[in-house]
Structure formats: structure tokens, C-alpha cells
């Protein structure tokens, strides 16, 4: 008997096995990113084998609002480039909201964490390092972004 439960937070395996009349039931759970994928495969042998994708390569736009030590709010676009659990890699292009035109005044990378914990997963705060297209120069930033 398997019983698989999956959301898109995490999996849930309970199994039982049977060796030479005792019988043992296992559970499973396993947090799952939102980029992430669970695999299980039953072996011949029978036992069954999870496999969680925790960290990996992706492609995911978000809406951000950025504060860097130069400017107070700058608005922008970015993308996660690479997923870790919760945790992630990503690039930005920013925005002055006062002045805005078509090309961004600051373009940058930073490291996000998901706010999956406090039931908000599309929501993710980070800190990375902004460089100023005008003037030049970098700037630390810090942001709030929302994935679409």
C-alpha cells in the first residue's frame, strides 16, 4: 500500500512494507519549493525511493520595490535565476518612480527568501548590491517582490 499526498508545499509519502510477516508503515514528508518537483519511484525490490528537486535553475518574473542606499523607493522588474529551497538568486532592472523612462536608472543582483512561512508564496524579501546607470556607481538595496 502507498498513499501519496502532494501539495504544492510539500509531499507527503506513507507507505508499508512487509518483511517475513512484520509489517511497518513509513511516512515521508518533504518541503517542496515552488520551483521545485517530487519524483517516487517504486524498486523492484520494493522499496520505494523520493526524490525532492530542492535547488536548481529556473525562469520566474517578479514585480519589485526596491530601497537602496542612494534613492528611497525604486520601482522594478527582475527574475529568479536560481532556486535553493526557499532562497533564491535573482537579477533586476530599476526604475526612479520620479522620473521614469524606458530604459532602468539601476540594474543589479540580489539573494531573496521566500515568505512561503508566513503563508505569503509569492511574496519574498531580499538584499543585493544595485549598480546606477546615470551616474555610476554601486549601491547596497534591499526589496519586497511579488512573483507573477
Known amino acids: 500500500m502507498v498513499y501519496v499526498e502532494t501539495s504544492e508545499e510539500r509531499t507527503r509519502v506513507v ?8 509489517e511497518t508503515v513509513h511516512e515521508l514528508i518533504r518541503e517542496v519549493p515552488v520551483e521545485g518537483k517530487t519524483e517516487i519511484v517504486m524498486l523492484e525490490s520494493g522499496e520505494l525511493k523520493v526524490k525532492t528537486k530542492t535547488r536548481g535553475w529556473c525562469f520566474r518574473p517578479k514585480a519589485v520595490v526596491a530601497f ?11 527574475a529568479r535565476l536560481a532556486f535553493f529551497g526557499d532562497g533564491e ?12 523612462g524606458i530604459l532602468p536608472d ?10 512561503r512561512w508566513l503563508g ?15 551616474d555610476g556607481g554601486w549601491s547596497g538595496s534591499g526589496n519586497i517582490g511579488l512573483f507573477f
Open 68 to 78: 537602496t542606499t542612494e534613492k528611497n523607493a525604486l520601482l522594478g522588474l527582475g
Open 89 to 100: 538568486l535573482a537579477g533586476l532592472a530599476l526604475w526612479d518612480r520620479e522620473d521614469p
Open 106 to 115: 539601476y540594474v543589479g543582483g540580489e539573494v531573496d527568501w521566500r515568505l
Open 15 to 22: 507507505y508499508r512494507t512487509e518483511v517475513e510477516t512484520v
Open 120 to 134: 505569503m508564496r509569492n511574496m519574498e524579501v531580499g538584499i543585493g548590491a544595485a549598480y546606477d546607470l546615470n
